[in-house]
């Protein structure tokens, strides 16, 4: 079909339509380009959902049996769960529920719902005391802007008052998605009381308890129903203010008080609190803004930054408003290294098309780019697609291959006017030899990425955008090469032979193209030579891969750096704080630091796709410190680890330093998991494995999820004497409850927020273990008895922290890099160095990788999983081009030659292999097999035409030569300036490696293996 009806000749036969068509496309493409959203990251939906519970009292174990347990029994059947983490505090406890990669949004969502319904089954299971669940499946939800509120003249209250004014006008903003505040602690009303007190008065805890719940309780009091309408009556007997508290009347005897004379009343905040940041050493509040999905950042920004300048003016002197995480100004420098990687990589291609096919067919080649452009924008607008990290990359990746369609078609047509042809005969002509091929070659390129874009896994997700956009770009500058290119080729091109009278003459009559044909002869000649020599040299690559560095994603080239500080499990929040102030006392005198924020008992808002959040802990505090630059983040980042390696300043602590990464999120990027039954026993694997880890020179700082046990306290019930005296387990766990951290009585209606009102011990009795025993406890008979007389008090410890994966308890040790060295790599050498304690394990207990590895082997799987699917797509585009099942597979075999110029190529620029070079070596199989396929259709042309076997061979590769090597060359130094980004550097590196070496293979191999192949009879030449 593709031959019976040319659409090369139909182009320049409709010149004035096929103008506007471009006239169009060209005005289409700017106004989509424009309008389409960008972002720093794709919308990747991160297939993770947490569930948290609290149960105040309870111990990690008892959690963990008693909740946990049943969540994960209920959540396991589900469908596509790739695993189930789970952890129980001292009180509270958890899980992440992680779906298999690749899950569409709508399938997420369907998932998260289920979810809920499940765990809402099992809700009357759990045990009395339990609260409701707190769910977040909105780990996508990037943070574009992060602003600090701060003051040191307001109270907190007044703080906070702002606060909120401040959010109210933000969620005002166009395309402002959420708008949350963070290190928010919740407003009380404290009943403080001395025990001993009370106990003199006669009242006990427990009366102003009742009390203080029976004055607030909205009940019914009737109604009047009258003629016309239905009057209800009110009784006024809820609490407005602190004053309504204190004014609580306490019976004593016969006597009425004041609860204000039997107490301390005071306004507060949570105490201790759960979560606090600090932004430049100083309390603040933190409110962050998140996008619609599809938006323009950069248009955000801009609405915010007006809003936000409105709202400067209404603020009172002395409240800052600071903006400390800018995603805007991130998207923004990704556009214009977009842009300036995008004209080095135009002015590239244009030099070379102009100096190997002249001025007038090179502009012919560079009008091309703005079209197939142009066309992609619009077809990115209509599909959703936005300018991101992965997606401008795939733009600048396809830079240097969308042009070869149209370098061989203006090759083509610029050689049969050479040799004497018309314009429109050569354009004609130009099509029905090349058309298919290129679309044949042009697809197969396109299936060469095809891995990554269906690949079921979080990384092939993240990256997907690169098949789509690339593929797009390709197929479309195959369209470009056979309707415009034509055209501008009758337009431009000039006519050096034709109408002149002249024979046709052979342009490959050449002393270069002679001496070519003279080395493709004695390649052909020597094809045995030829063959063992390049299987030798793929061979010695494939060994040569072992010495090349393994990475998962690298590291971003962003200035900010993440530090964190770990506490032994158990700590309080008031020791993780003090080593957090002793750290921002350092970090406050550093000229290379901007600004720095301080997070106490969970990690960062997420402004970072790849940053991993901290569920909350309060031994945890993350600092995110920016810094003036690459090189000052650096400078920064080495004097921190000389630091925390001292271990000097921050004893009892862990500190981490790490820089963003790119790609989805990991945690730690040396991870090992020790699973088994018995804790006591992983704890033993666990620091056999540490020690392996600490004697390695490849990582640093290593650390155990959950170590030493932690101290409690014991209250030993002499059940006997209890019960005489008439006092119940309740009774007493109430009362120690009250006494240490207070108890939520009722509450004060602010807005739509509420003030709780806490009954608990003053300081002095609540905080000091010595005086537990002297707890008063009050009997049925309304007497009052010290807890010591019914009770023992003794010390002791537990764990304060228990983790499961798979509903398997595990120990995970985890560790850094040393700069220099990827995990993978340093992952794979450790696991080696684990096979003597392997051997030893009991039963039931075994070691297994995590962290950056684990997940890198993940999407490698998922990306080689797609790879049946892209080879039968090769395999049957090459047999619908050749017809034939020997030059088929002979096409077939040269896809992995590429390999031998990867390999040097990675180990030379000290490049790593990971992900995004792994999309590269595939999407290079494909690249080689495109010239090998129109190189051997070639020759099946020729000899179809008459020419003998041998001399098909030397013709047709003498006149896709220069095709070939312009359309290499344009696709290689295309790719130069993405050799130097951290992102695309590998992947780039391979190609123009690969690249290299498989157009020579082409150009020389091919034809030595189509000869012994199909045993041509080669004779003498010249």
């Known amino acids: 079909m593709l031959k019976s009806f040319n659409l090369s000749e139909w182009a320049v036969k409709h010149q004035t339509f096929v103008m506007f068509l471009m006239i169009i496309a060209m005005i289409g493409g700017g106004m989509a380009f424009n309008g389409l959203g960008r972002s720093e990251d794709p919308q990747f939906t991160v297939p993770a959902m947490s569930i948290l519970m609290t149960w105040p009292g309870a111990t990690a174990e008892q959690v963990q049996e008693q909740v946990i347990n049943r969540l994960e029994n209920k959540l396991k059947e589900l469908d596509h769960v790739k695993a189930i983490q789970s952890f129980s505090r001292q009180g509270y406890g958890g899980l992440i529920l992680e779906m298999q990669g690749g899950q569409s949004d709508e399938q997420l969502r369907e998932a998260w719902y289920q979810a809920r319904k499940k765990v809402n089954d099992i809700r009357s299971e759990f045990p009395a005391g339990v609260t409701d669940p707190i769910y977040n499946d909105e780990y996508s939800d990037i943070y574009s802007v992060l602003y600090a509120v701060q003051s040191k003249d307001m109270s907190y209250s007044e703080l906070l008052t702002y606060s909120e004014k401040i959010k109210l006008k933000l969620q005002g903003v166009p395309n402002a998605k959420k708008v949350d505040i963070f290190g928010k602690q919740k407003e009380q009303i404290f009943v403080e009381f001395s025990s001993k007190k009370l106990a003199g008065l006669g009242i006990s805890p427990s009366a102003i308890l009742n009390a203080l719940a029976a004055q607030n309780t909205i009940t019914p009091s009737g109604a009047f129903d009258t003629k016309n309408d239905k009057v209800f009556v009110r009784i006024s007997n809820s609490f407005k203010n602190q004053t309504d508290v204190g004014n609580t009347p306490i019976r004593s005897g016969n006597t009425v008080l004041r609860l204000r004379d039997v107490a301390t009343i005071r306004h507060g905040y949570q105490d201790p609190p759960d979560y606090q940041a600090r932004f430049n050493a100083q309390p603040a509040l933190v409110i962050g803004l998140t996008m619609q999905p599809g938006g323009n950042v950069l248009t955000f920004s801009k609405d915010l930054e007006d809003k936000v300048a409105e ?35 135009l002015v590239i291609v244009l030099v070379i098309s102009f100096i190997a096919l002249g001025f007038r067919s090179g502009l012919v080649v560079a009008t091309s780019i703005p079209l197939v452009l142009a066309i992609v924008a619009v077809i990115m607008k209509s599909n959703g697609w936005d300018l991101d990290r992965v997606t401008l990359g795939a733009l600048i990746i396809s830079l240097g291959l969308l042009v070869d369609d149209a370098i061989i078609a203006v090759e083509m047509m610029q050689v049969k006017m050479e040799a004497g042809w018309d314009r429109i005969r ?85 002393p270069f193209f002679k001496k070519f044909k003279d080395m493709i002869t004695l390649a052909v000649r020597h094809k045995w030579i030829v063959i063992s020599v390049t299987v030798g040299l793929f061979v010695a690559s494939m060994i040569g891969m072992g010495f090349v560095q393994q990475q998962f994603f690298p590291s971003a080239e962003r200035p900010e750096l993440h530090v964190t ?167 007493l766990a109430d009362t120690v409850q009250m006494m240490l951290n207070g108890i939520p009585v009722t509450y004060i209606p602010k807005g739509e927020d509420q003030v ?267």
């Open 311 to 345: 709202l400067q003016k209404e603020l009172p002197v002395g409240l800052t408003m600071t903006k400390f995480a800018d995603q805007p100004k991130v998207v923004k420098q990704s556009i214009w290294e977009f842009e300036k990687s995008f004209l080095e990589a």
């Open 426 to 510: 050569s354009a004609s002509f130009a099509y029905t030899s090349t058309a298919f091929p290129m679309l044949t070659g042009t697809l197969i390129t396109v299936a060469g990425f095809m891995p990554v874009g269906l690949a079921k896994s979080d990384a092939g997700k993240y990256a997907s955008g690169i098949f789509w956009v690339l593929g797009t770009a390709l197929i479309v500058s195959w369209i470009v090469a056979v309707i415009f290119t034509p055209y501008l080729g009758v337009k431009l091109l000039p006519d050096r032979y034709a109408n002149q009278g002249q024979q046709e003459h052979d342009p490959y009559d050449t």
């Open 565 to 731: 500080l770990t506490l032994r499990p158990g700590s309080s929040i008031s020791a993780t704080e003090a080593d957090v102030k002793r750290l921002e006392k350092i970090l406050e005198g550093n000229s290379d630091i901007q600004y720095f924020a301080s997070y106490i008992g969970k990690s960062s808002p997420q402004y970072y796709l790849s940053a991993v959040p901290e569920l909350p802990n309060a031994s945890y505090a993350q600092f995110v410190i920016m810094t003036k630059g690459v090189e000052a983040r650096e400078r920064v980042r080495a004097k921190l680890i000389t630091l925390f390696n001292d271990n000097e300043k921050f004893p009892d602590a862990i500190g981490q330093v790490k820089r963003l990464e790119f790609g989805p999120p990991v945690k730690y990027p040396i991870s090992f998991r020790i699973k088994g039954p018995d804790e006591n026993v992983l704890r033993d694997i666990a620091y056999k494995v540490q020690n392996v880890m600490r004697h390695n020179r490849l990582v640093k700082d290593t650390l155990l999820e959950w170590d030493q046990k932690s101290r409690s306290v014991n209250i030993d019930v002499n059940q006997a004497k209890a019960e005489m005296l008439g006092v119940s387990k309740k009774d």
């Open 756 to 1022: 709780d009102v806490v009954l608990r011990a003053n300081q002095h009795e609540r905080q000091s273990i010595e005086a537990l025993g002297q707890v008063i406890l009050f009997t049925r008979n309304g007497g009052a008895v010290p807890l010591s007389q019914i009770a023992t008090i003794k010390s002791g410890y537990e764990d304060p922290v228990l983790w499961r994966y798979d509903r398997n308890s595990y120990i995970g040790v985890s560790a850094d890099v040393v700069d220099g060295v990827q995990s993978p790599y340093a992952s794979t050498q450790i696991d080696h160095q684990l096979d003597e304690i392997r051997k030893a394990l009991p039963v039931g207990y075994e070691i297994e990788m995590a962290g950056a590895i684990a997940e890198s082997n993940r999407a490698n799987l998922a990306i080689i999983g797609v790879v049946p699917l892209m080879v039968i797509i090769i395999l049957t585009l090459l047999m619908m081009q050749l017809h034939s099942f020997s030059k088929t597979c002979m096409v077939f075999l040269t896809a992995p030659l590429g390999l031998i110029g990867v390999v040097p190529a990675l180990l030379i620029s000290n490049s790593p292999f990971g992900f995004v070079a792994l999309i590269g070596v595939i999407a290079l199989a494909g690249m080689v097999m495109r010239n090998s396929v129109i190189l051997v259709d070639q020759i099946s042309q020729d000899v179809e035409e008459g020419h003998d076997e041998f001399t098909a061979i030397l013709d047709a590769t003498t006149r896709r030569a220069r095709p070939v090597i312009l359309t290499a060359a344009a696709a290689m130094l295309g790719m130069y300036p993405l050799a130097q980004s951290m992102f695309w550097g590998p992947m780039a590196t391979a190609i123009m490696g690969g690249l290299f070496v498989g157009t020579a293979l082409t150009l020389v191999f091919v034809p030595a293996l189509y000869a012994a192949w199909f045993k041509v009879k080669v004779w003498g030449y010249r």
